[in-house]
């Protein structure tokens, strides 16, 4: 599955932003979707995630309550809801899609990555 990650742009703190990742080649209702970010100089780490099936997310705890992911199977496109936005949340977010079930946190797991996003937030 081919994935594009759209969205970002420069934002005040305690804005929002949403970002979307449309896919291509399959559908994504039989993939579990991550979102994955990486700031400069940092690791890439996991930001949150929907299962497929049941649709059971998860978070990272920087932004549980603030992000919020969703899926709209009919367009083949997931979507990561940003609020609250903090400077620390700058970074290039990507999106990715993973078979395996449950909530997948590893970026191992996940076999299609799209490109990123860059999402910056001003103090």
């Known amino acids: 599955v081919q994935l594009q990650a759209s969205g970002g742009g420069l934002v005040r703190a305690g804005g929002s932003l949403r970002l979307s990742c449309a896919a291509s080649?399959?559908?994504?209702?039989?993939?579990?979707m991550g979102w994955f970010r990486q700031a400069p100089g940092k690791e890439r780490e996991f930001v949150g995630m929907?299962?497929?099936?049941?649709?059971?997310?998860g978070y990272a705890v920087s932004v549980k309550g603030r992000f919020t992911i969703s899926r709209d199977n009919a367009k083949n496109s997931v979507y990561l809801q940003m609020n609250s936005l903090k400077p620390e949340d700058t970074a290039v977010y990507c999106c990715?899609?993973?078979?395996?079930?449950?909530?997948?946190?590893?970026?191992?797991?996940?076999?299609?990555w799209g490109q990123g996003t860059l999402v910056t937030v001003s103090s």
């Open positions: 990715a899609a993973t078979q395996r079930m449950g909530v997948i946190t590893d970026p191992d797991f996940y076999g299609s």
């Open positions: 080649g399959r559908t994504l209702r039989n993939y579990g």
């Open positions: 929907i299962s497929w099936g049941s649709g059971r997310t």
